[in-house]
Nanobody, 127 residues
Framework: QVQLVESGGGLVQPGGSLRLSCAAS????????VAWFRQAPGKEREGVSC????????YYGDSGKGRFTISSDNAGMTVYLRMDNLKPEDTAVYYC????????????????????WGKGTLVTVSS
């Protein structure tokens, strides 16, 4: 059974940093990648980043480029999202997901092969 458990969210001031963690189990990381997406209140969900394997290529959506960094441990079963220079518009529930990283027309697409996702962790950026 696929399990994805996020942690590390919280309240942070604008300009601050957070590191989210995703503990993955029950999935084959030779077949699936791990991604982060977020959903803010009243907005559609958006893909933030994706990593193909523990040392594989990384991909970023528009919201994650330049300020966010995705990484994983050697086994690839824990995936991190380091978020720097946070802004109030980054406030959202962040989810990690088992999927296949895809780029379509130059844009990160994590939805096409989405298999499972966790319950999310809330990030609030506010002074």
């Amino acid at each position: 059974q696929v399990q994805l458990v996020e942690s590390g969210g919280g309240l942070v001031q604008p300009g601050g940093s957070l590191r989210l963690s995703c503990a993955a189990s029950g999935i084959s990381l030779t077949r699936y990648s791990v991604a982060w997406f977020r959903q803010a209140p009243g907005k559609e969900r958006e893909g933030v980043s994706c990593i193909s394997s523990s040392d594989g290529p990384t991909y970023y959506g528009d919201s994650g480029k330049g300020r966010f960094t995705i990484s994983s441990d050697n086994a690839g079963m824990t995936v991190y999202l380091r978020m720097d220079n946070l802004k109030p518009e980054d406030t959202a529930v962040y989810y990690c997901a088992a999927t296949i990283c895809t780029v379509r027309a130059g844009t990160l697409d994590i939805w096409r092969f989405l298999k499972a996702w966790g319950k999310g962790t809330l990030v609030t950026v506010s002074s």
